[in-house]
């Protein structure tokens, strides 16, 4: 079953616009990570937030964590064509659970 | 590149045969998780092998198999192919610790069930 569920599937923007990609998650996590997949090939890590932690940033990725909301999201800022690729949110649970991730959302920046 | 490698990169079979898939870890990883992905979903956890050892397994039939090496490469085998089976197979490797750790994933095997 998926748990994370990225909102929206599809999102096309132009060279040098920001994107924001949404993730709602249904029970209680211990982190949540996101990943980034070029064109049906193998999925490169992004980045991870504890859920003691509220906002991370790494490069031009800035993640936000809400647990009261169950959500996160993603924002890349200025996009390049280069970021064009489906991107994953993936949770667990407490108990050392495995990851669960989400169907992702496709992005696609028009240089 | 995350230096975990994967053969073959497709294979095509049909209804009723066995596959073997093969990952050689990240150096220093000695923790392996296997994933399936169909078309336009997310990656489904399949199990993970830590030091040789099935170590937690998701929601598949135990027509899926696996082995982890001393050198910590491991297989996939699935027997008993079906249509459904048609995915992207993906292995990770991580750091010892727990299911959820940072995975770090090979490109993939396309498996194509006729």
Request: glycine content about 8%; hydrophobic content about 30%; overall charge neutral.
């Amino acid at each position: 079953s998926q748990q994370g569920e990225e909102d929206p599937q599809a999102l096309s923007i132009q060279e040098g616009e920001n994107a924001t990609m949404n993730c709602s998650y249904k029970t209680s996590i211990n982190n949540l990570q996101w990943y980034r997949q070029n064109s049906g090939r193998g999925l490169v890590h992004l980045i991870l937030i504890r859920s003691n932690e509220r906002e991370k940033h790494s490069g031009r990725l800035r993640v936000t964590l809400d647990t009261s909301k169950k959500s996160s999201s993603l924002l890349i800022t200025a996009s390049r064509a280069a970021d064009t690729a489906s991107y994953f949110c993936a949770t667990d649970a407490p108990g050392n659970t495995p990851l669960v991730f989400g169907k992702g959302t496709r992005l696609s920046v028009i240089a | 590149e995350t230096g975990v490698t994967q053969s073959p990169t497709h294979l095509i079979k049909t209804r009723g045969q066995q596959v073997t898939l093969r990952c050689s870890s990240q150096s220093g990883h000695n923790t392996v998780s296997w994933y399936q992905q169909a078309l336009g979903q997310g990656p489904q956890f399949i199990f993970q092998y830590y030091r040789e050892e099935e170590n937690g397994r998701g929601n598949f039939p135990p027509r899926f198999s696996g082995l982890q090496f001393p050198n910590y490469s491991s297989e996939l085998n699935v027997n008993a192919l079906e249509l459904d089976d048609s995915a992207l197979y993906l292995c990770a490797s991580s750091l010892p610790g727990t299911r959820s750790d940072t995975q770090y994933f090979g490109p993939g095997t396309r498996l194509t069930v006729l």
